[in-house]
């Protein structure tokens, strides 16, 4: 199976500045099967990103995302206070889908 | 829009079955695949398997000798079996609509939706 590998673990971090997460494989998967989630304590994970670029419906345009083969980055580029919380990238290009193990966005 | 829900006992004991039930409403379960994700306390998620409403079925193979699925059309939803369970499958279990294999493409670029809806979960703790 295809093992994700997030970096870092965890972000500290100011409202306002910028974030960038890491998501690497550990075999090529192709863009066009990588996602990123959001998950809030006590809450499932929510879709942000779909094809390692395109938004789910109702992201705001400061999440971004980028990458193919075995290297992928998702990018908040300026954090609100909502956007505190763990992200997970996940991979659906080869089964078992697979998942990250989260960085966590701290204040 | 879509929304699911999912039910079923919150305890089981060691050795025994594990049964959950996702409820679907607002749109038809006959149409794109739909997956049961777990994800135990303080750990990444964990994708358990799909099925589709033509009953094809895809499991995780960590899991696959233990795990059943299956789908009521009629009823709107599908539901996950996980027999001879123990402590590790504890872990909250979330349904979910699974586009893994639908998409769009622009001009340069092919896009596959994912796991793009999820159900709140269920929290499931295996004890005697």
């Known amino acids: 199976e295809i093992v994700l590998t997030q970096s870092p673990g965890t972000l500290s971090l100011s409202p306002g500045e910028r974030a960038t997460l890491a998501c690497r494989a550990s075999e090529s998967v192709g863009s066009s099967y990588l996602a990123w989630y959001q998950q809030k304590s006590g809450q499932a994970p929510r879709l942000l990103l779909f094809?390692?670029?395109a938004r789910a419906t109702g992201i705001p345009d400061r999440f971004s995302g980028s990458g193919s083969w075995t290297g992928f980055t998702l990018t908040i580029s300026r954090l609100e206070p909502e956007d505190f919380a763990v992200y997970y990238c996940?991979?659906?290009?080869?089964?078992?889908?697979?998942f990250g193990q989260g960085t966590k966005v701290e204040i | 829009q879509v929304q699911l829900q999912e039910s079923g006992p919150g305890l089981v004991k060691p050795s025994e079955t594990l049964s959950l039930t996702c409820n679907v409403s607002g749109g038809s379960i006959s149409i794109f695949y739909w997956s049961w994700i777990r994800q135990p306390p303080g750990k990444a998620p964990e994708w358990i398997g799909s099925i589709h409403h033509s009953g094809s079925t895809s499991f995780n193979p960590s899991l696959k000798s233990r795990v059943t699925m299956s789908i009521d059309t009629s009823k709107n939803q599908f539901s996950l079996r996980l027999r001879s369970v123990t402590a590790a499958d504890t872990a909250i279990y979330y349904c979910?609509?699974?586009?893994?294999?639908?998409?769009?493409?622009?001009?340069?670029?092919?896009?596959?939706?994912?796991?793009?809806?999820w159900g709140q979960g269920t929290t499931v703790t295996v004890s005697s």
């Open positions: 979910a609509r699974d586009r893994s294999r639908d998409g769009y493409k622009d001009q340069t670029n092919y896009y596959y939706y994912g796991l793009d809806v």
């Open positions: 094809g390692a670029s």
């Open positions: 996940q991979q659906y290009g080869s089964s078992p889908w697979t």
